[in-house]
């Protein structure tokens, strides 16, 4: 009984996309700022995972389909807080090998999310909204570093995936502008960490894709490093630049979006502030796992939507919510190189 008591008095906040990527570490911070967390996933992705979190008594997790309203509903209903997580996302070669498929998905669940969360809304119980977009609405950006205001005057993402985050940013302020909802935008760039496996997806891919370990860049190069023999493949001139940021990092400042008074109606990057090229990514990786091998790289023929650069300005987080993602690269990838390793002995690769 007192149990039940204890959990009545937590704040309830609902994850859609739970068992994906970023949706691991939201749910261990989540907990961990002593929320109760719903989970909702499909598990269309990598199937049924156990976690750290997966058995805490502050975690509930549901299986099923955002887009069913009435489950929902059903679930929503008595949460204080969402984090509109769930979407279909894979990195840059789901840009291409799914492109309707990403477009009309993500257009259906996030549609179906809002419509859900401005019913609870009106019912006085849900109190705000995390929408997560993504560092892609900023692709044809060309002021660097690229702040949260210049999404006004950037031109339109030409991928289907970035074009559609941009529209997951519309239907927060239009839900807010029409319905009063309260919402706060999260920008991540370049997550990397734990927890990234080969998806289900089973389809022929492009020849690009092919080239490809992994869709996100950190383990397709630490896959390919330890695969290698003599040279590690580079899609594009490696010259391209991304802030590859922590997911734990991610998950504190997309948390602190709940309820941060300055988060309100709000937009912010999500970021470190750490520029690095991908060849420089390259070289960090193989020095880690093969010090002791010259190493060699072979460009090969880059992706038609491969942003060559991506600079966030992550002064206004700082600014407002007081957060810094502060991990480092070299940090990171002492975490994650050893969790590959072990993944791949697993046969998980």
Same mark, same amino acid.
């Given at each position: 009984?007192?149990?039940? &008591?204890?959990? *009545?008095?937590?704040?309830?906040?609902?994850?859609?996309?739970?068992?994906?990527? &970023?949706?691991?570490?939201?749910?261990?911070?989540?907990?961990?700022?002593?929320?109760?967390?719903?989970?909702?996933?499909?598990?269309?992705?990598?199937?049924? &995972?156990?976690?750290?979190?997966?058995? +805490?008594?502050?975690?509930?997790?549901?299986?099923?389909?955002?887009?069913?309203?009435?489950?929902?509903?059903?679930?929503?209903?008595?949460?204080?807080?969402?984090?509109?997580?769930?979407?279909? &996302?894979?990195?840059?070669?789901? %840009?291409?090998? %799914?492109?309707?498929?990403?477009?009309?998905?993500?257009?259906?669940?996030?549609?179906?999310?809002?419509?859900?969360?401005?019913?609870?809304?009106?019912?006085?119980?849900?109190? =705000?909204?995390?929408? /997560?977009? @993504? @560092?892609?609405?900023?692709? +044809?950006?060309?002021?660097?570093?690229?702040?949260?205001?210049?999404?006004?005057?950037?031109?339109?993402?030409?991928?289907?995936?970035?074009?559609?985050?941009?529209?997951?940013?519309? %239907?927060?302020?239009?839900?807010?502008?029409?319905?009063?909802?309260?919402? @706060?935008?999260? =920008?991540? !760039?370049?997550?990397?960490?734990?927890?990234?496996?080969?998806?289900? *997806?089973?389809?022929?891919?492009?020849?690009?894709?092919?080239?490809?370990?992994?869709?996100?860049?950190?383990?397709?190069?630490?896959?390919?490093? /330890?695969?290698?023999?003599?040279?590690?493949?580079?899609?594009?001139?490696?010259?391209?630049? =991304?802030?590859?940021?922590?997911?734990?990092? #991610?998950?504190?400042?997309?948390?602190?979006?709940?309820?941060?008074?300055?988060?309100? $109606?709000?937009?912010? $990057?999500?970021?470190?502030?750490?520029?690095?090229?991908?060849?420089?990514?390259?070289? #960090?990786?193989?020095?880690?796992?093969?010090?002791?091998?010259?190493? $060699?790289?072979?460009?090969?023929?880059? !992706?038609? %939507?491969?942003?060559?650069?991506?600079?966030?300005?992550?002064?206004?987080?700082? =600014?407002?919510?007081?957060?810094?993602? @502060?991990?480092?690269?070299?940090?990171? /990838?002492?975490?994650?190189?050893?969790?590959?390793?072990?993944?791949?002995?697993?046969?998980?690769?």
């Amino acid at each position: 009984m007192g149990k039940d &008591i204890n959990l *009545k008095k937590m704040k309830k906040v609902l994850l859609t996309g739970s068992e994906g990527f &970023i949706g691991g570490y939201l749910v261990k911070e989540l907990i961990k700022k002593g929320y109760y967390v719903v989970g909702i996933d499909n598990l269309s992705k990598y199937g049924a &995972i156990i976690r750290n979190h997966s058995e +805490s008594k502050n975690y509930e997790f549901i299986e099923g389909d955002v887009k069913d309203k009435e489950l929902l509903k059903k679930v929503m209903q008595d949460c204080e807080f969402l984090i509109a997580g769930a979407a279909m &996302i894979g990195g840059i070669s789901y %840009f291409h090998e %799914f492109e309707y498929d990403l477009l009309s998905e993500n257009e259906k669940i996030i549609s179906t999310t809002t419509d859900i969360a401005i019913d609870c809304f009106k019912l006085n119980k849900l109190k =705000r909204v995390v929408f /997560l977009s @993504s @560092s892609m609405v900023f692709e +044809s950006a060309s002021v660097f570093p690229t702040k949260e205001s210049d999404i006004k005057n950037s031109p339109a993402p030409f991928s289907s995936y970035g074009f559609q985050k941009l529209a997951v940013e519309y %239907f927060a302020k239009a839900a807010n502008s029409q319905y009063g909802l309260e919402y @706060s935008i999260a =920008r991540p !760039f370049n997550a990397v960490g734990i927890g990234e496996v080969k998806s289900g *997806k089973n389809k022929e891919l492009s020849k690009s894709s092919a080239n490809l370990a992994l869709s996100h860049v950190v383990p397709d190069l630490i896959l390919k490093t /330890l695969d290698a023999a003599e040279s590690v493949e580079i899609l594009g001139s490696g010259e391209q630049i =991304r802030h590859y940021t922590y997911g734990e990092d #991610l998950a504190e400042g997309i948390v602190t979006l709940l309820e941060h008074p300055k988060a309100k $109606n709000n937009d912010f $990057n999500l970021s470190t502030s750490e520029s690095t090229s991908v060849i420089e990514l390259a070289q #960090l990786i193989w020095k880690k796992i093969r010090k002791n091998d010259h190493y $060699n790289f072979l460009f090969k023929d880059p !992706f038609k %939507f491969d942003v060559q650069k991506r600079v966030p300005s992550t002064m206004k987080a700082k =600014r407002l919510l007081g957060f810094e993602a @502060s991990t480092s690269l070299d940090s990171m /990838l002492d975490i994650v190189i050893p969790w590959i390793i072990n993944a791949k002995k697993q046969g998980l690769y």
